[in-house]
Nanobody, 112 residues
């Protein structure tokens, strides 16, 4: 059974940083591209970033490029998202996904 468990969310002031983690199990993590997706209140899901299985290639939405960094540790079956220079518009439920599976998500709230 595929399981994806996110952690690391919370409340942060504008300009602050957070690091999200996604612990994966139930599949061969190192064989799959992974992505982060977010959903703000009242809006549809927004793709944030994807990292290839080997970790050698990464892509970002324009809205987060230059501020967020996706990474993975295939020895720990864990996906990360380092979020810097957070803005009010980054407030959302963030979840990791692989194929058609997704986790429950972790809430990120940017507020002064």
């Amino acid at each position: 059974e595929v399981q994806l468990v996110e952690s690391g969310g919370g409340m942060v002031q504008p300009g602050g940083s957070l690091r999200l983690s996604c612990a994966a199990s139930g599949f061969t993590f190192s064989n799959y591209d992974m992505r982060w997706v977010r959903q703000a209140p009242g809006k549809g899901p927004e793709w944030v970033s994807t990292i290839k299985a080997s970790g050698g290639s990464r892509s970002y939405a324009d809205s987060v490029s230059g501020r967020f960094i996706i990474s993975r540790d295939n020895t720990k079956n864990t996906l990360y998202l380092q979020m810097n220079s957070l803005q009010y518009e980054d407030t959302a439920l963030y979840y990791c996904a692989v194929g058609g599976w997704r986790g429950q998500g972790t809430q990120v709230t940017v507020s002064s």
